[in-house]
């Protein structure tokens, strides 16, 4: 009784479930939505093996919170118009609820009694910097105010719009090329999330050059490098094309890390999403905590020499447009 109770729990969450179950060789498939009730049952003669999923509600602690979020959810696309979560958006929603829980320290630790001002790079529809501009507001208690930079008219213009439904008076979107941007007030913290490419090292870039106090990143589509390394004791592994490009891919983010070491961050990479999702799953996260770090900078420049690279992030983070 007690499982039934919480199964018809969590479907009211819902627009529509599937239950599947088997039982002496017979599997049960129960489809319930507005429409009414299904069941379909077949005979199971081999084994089924369940798929990993990240999709979960009901064990999992949101600080984004169905009910105190409605508003926000229903704007961004996770929940229908009449409350329920959207069957295809909860793996969204699972993302850039787990984006802020991996910040949720580093937004703490900000200065307590300033405003935080935080620089989406890349933002795109804008969803983490929605979802941040609720948590810090609404939750943590924070004066906040965004600024989203893009290239596509089109996502600044959707981002305007759902600020000024959301009535979020406090975020501002503005067309252009990241290196054509300069802040004029100090940025506490840098976004950039699947910024493909050197586009990753163009946030870094200008996170480190106005010295702002963190930055958080998802690279994409780590392709720089792949042309760039040359180190002869790796040919017999660099003839596979494959083999290359994946360790092209940690070496691209291993060296961004140790040059933001080098800038005097505090930085950890960590998985940000299962691998299930999608192989682009790494995240950058690095705090301000000097002016400099001398052995890392040594490091940084050895291996740039050892195996034959100049990455984009040195260029990018130049004292251009210094504040």
Do not use: W
């Not at 081999?46 to 926000?72: C, E, M, S």
């Not at 891919?249 to 299962?274: F, N, P």
């Not at 420049?301 to 447009?321: H, R």
């Amino acid at each position: 009784p007690e499982l039934f109770q919480e199964i018809i729990k969590q479907a009211q969450n819902y627009d529509e479930v599937i239950l599947t179950y088997m039982e002496r060789g017979t599997q049960i498939v129960i489809t319930a939505n507005a429409k009414g009730v299904q069941s379909k049952t077949s005979d199971v003669t081999t084994p089924i093996l369940d798929t990993p999923k990240t999709a979960h509600i009901g064990n999992r602690a949101y600080l984004i919170k169905v009910g105190q979020a409605d508003a926000l959810l229903k704007e961004i696309g996770i929940l229908s118009q009449d409350g329920k979560i959207k069957n295809d958006m909860i793996r969204k929603y699972n993302q850039i609820d787990h984006f802020v829980e991996l910040i949720d320290k580093l937004l703490k630790e900000l200065p307590q009694g300033d405003l935080v001002t935080v620089l989406d790079c890349g933002c795109g529809k804008s969803y983490l910097s929605f979802v941040l501009n609720f948590y810090l507001k609404n939750i943590l208690k924070r004066p906040c105010q965004f600024i989203g930079l893009d290239y596509s008219e089109t996502v600044i213009e959707a981002s305007r719009k759902m600020a000024k439904n959301l009535a979020y008076h406090n975020m501002t979107f503005i067309q252009t090329d990241i290196l054509a941007y300069t802040p004029d007030r100090p940025i506490d913290l840098v976004i950039s999330l699947h910024a493909c490419d050197t586009a990753t090292d163009m946030a870094l870039g200008l996170g480190i050059r106005t010295h702002a106090k963190a930055m958080v990143s998802v690279p994409c589509c780590q392709k720089e490098l792949l042309g760039q390394i040359k180190y002869e004791p790796f040919a017999p592994i660099f003839k596979h094309g494959i083999l290359k490009a994946r360790m092209a891919d940690a070496l691209t983010d291993g060296l961004r890390a140790l040059k933001l070491e080098a800038c005097g961050y505090e930085v950890s990479v960590l998985e940000y999403i299962s691998p299930l999702e999608t192989p682009k799953n790494l995240m950058l996260r690095a705090v301000k905590t000097k002016a400099q770090n001398i052995a890392a900078t040594a490091e940084y420049n050895t291996l740039k020499k050892l195996l034959g690279v100049s990455p984009a992030i040195d260029y990018y983070s130049e004292q251009i447009g210094e504040m």
